[in-house]
Nanobody, 124 residues
Framework: QVQLVESGGGLVQAGGSLRLSCAAS????????MGWFRQAPGKEREFVAA????????FYADSVKGRFTISRDNAKNTVYLQMNSLNPEDTAVYYC?????????????????WGQGTQVTVSS
């Protein structure tokens, strides 16, 4: 069982930056592949970024590539999402998720555990 708690969301102007954190409970965090997803009002939850259990591989949605960076610190049981050059289209609730499996890490249903989400609002 893994419990995930996101933090770091807030209101930022276009062009600004935020860093989201996701703290995980449990002693087996380093075994889990982690992902960040987001959901804007009236839209489906979508993939943002993912990182392998070791941190050696990262994956990004085309919409955030070059602006967002996912990283993890297994000693701190935490995964991060550094978001730069934010624009209003990035406004959403951001969720972190964990999966023990490999598979298609871009899909919502690949992940077994989810945090409660943190709101990110980018003003123009």
């Amino acid at each position: 069982q893994v419990q995930l708690v996101e933090s770091g969301g807030g209101l930022v102007q276009a062009g600004g930056s935020l860093r989201l954190s996701c703290a995980a409970s449990g002693r087996t965090f380093s075994r889990y592949n982690m992902g960040w997803f987001r959901q804007a009002p009236g839209k489906e939850r979508e993939f943002v970024a993912a990182i392998s259990s070791s941190g050696g591989s990262t994956f990004y949605a085309d919409s955030v590539k070059g602006r967002f960076t996912i990283s993890r610190d297994n000693a701190k049981n935490t995964v991060y999402l550094q978001m730069n050059s934010l624009n209003p289209e990035d406004t959403a609730v951001y969720y972190c998720a964990a999966t023990i499996y490999g598979g298609n890490r871009f899909k919502v249903d690949q992940y077994e555990y989810w945090g409660q989400g943190t709101q990110v609002t980018v003003s123009s």
